[in-house]
């Protein structure tokens, strides 16, 4: 049952399950506290794959450690880099690319995902799409520079091949400040 | 599978065929040429229950021989009526509230359903909807009068309660005029 009476990264979770079978290879393009990550090595499972970046090594240190501790280092592959030279560490087609943007919680507020950079990593993230895949990208607006990383963010998916891609939004209107949820599909 | 990749009424339809089992009691609040309604009677099937509103006489006649025509007339009850009166001819609790705003297709183009009775109707149907249930509106914003609709419908909507009520918007970010899809979750 698909409802939206939950967070936005709940709801981005349901539409990942909903799409992502077992086995598949998926990136997680914004590590942070690594929450997503194991929770993707746990979605597609022991023959799957997950690649993760993250800028900060407080962030990849986290991260490593919550995968070993659940013992999915070996189907966890972490790349200390900026998301937007993806398609230079996957060189295979994936399933589904995950964006959580915004600052690392409990870390340094000022280091951000920003405008052009994000912008770069979701073109990249198309590129290394499967045919079918998808891209959950959660966005938050409260903090300096959101509101810019949004507009920028939707302006380029505007210019999508509306036959090759279909790029939705998920919001909530009576939940201020709430983050919301991009969703991308590529055809098949 | 919940994907977007696809016209804004049948992912209205994934939507409803993931919360709405069958034996459900629910309400089509523009039925329009039928075409929803009869959806709806196959969603709920033998045991559940369709009622249909709209205005005008030319809509209620094509429904009601369309679900003739399917063997559905025992389940579904039309009504002549505007839908801001919903609560009047619907004395039980309903698992789900169907509207299809904007003109009726083939129809006289001037008839478009109008910002304050449609703010109303949706007042209504939370009013008639059982808890868990669902509220889901096709918003189409390209007609004269579109426009004004949804704004003063999302005006409404952003001062529902939220531990009340979920209201959601599931929008194409590279589909220009492509109609949106607001859906309204009535916590259990």
Redesign the interface.
């Known amino acids: 049952?698909?409802?939206?009476?939950k967070n936005t990264v709940d709801l981005a979770h349901?539409?990942l399950e909903?799409?992502v079978p077992p086995g598949s290879v998926v990136v997680d393009a914004t590590v942070g506290n690594g929450n997503d990550t194991l929770y993707l090595a746990q979605l597609v499972g022991r023959r799957g794959k997950v690649y993760g970046f993250d800028i900060q090594e407080q962030a990849i240190r986290a991260t490593a450690d919550l995968i070993a501790a659940h013992g999915f280092s070996d189907i966890v592959t972490l790349f200390h880099a900026g998301h937007e030279k993806l398609s230079g560490y996957v060189k295979e087609p994936v399933a589904a690319v995950v964006f959580n943007l915004g600052y690392l919680p409990g870390g340094d507020h000022s280091i951000v995902t920003r405008a052009d950079s994000t912008v770069t990593a979701v073109r990249e993230s198309l590129v290394i799409l499967k045919p079918g895949g998808i891209v959950s990208i959660v966005v938050y607006t409260g903090h300096p520079g959101g509101r810019e990383e949004q507009q920028a963010l939707?302006e380029f998916?505007?210019?999508?091949?509306?036959r090759k891609?279909?790029?939705?939004?998920?919001?909530?209107?009576?939940?201020d400040k709430a983050p919301y949820l991009?969703?991308i599909?590529k055809?098949l």
Chains 1, 2 share one sequence.
């Not at 998916?157 to 509306?162: A, C, H, P, S, W």
């Open positions: 049952m698909f409802k939206f009476f349901d539409y909903s799409c939707e998916l505007r210019t999508l091949d509306k891609f279909c790029a939705g939004k998920l919001d909530f209107i009576n939940r991009i969703i599909e055809s």
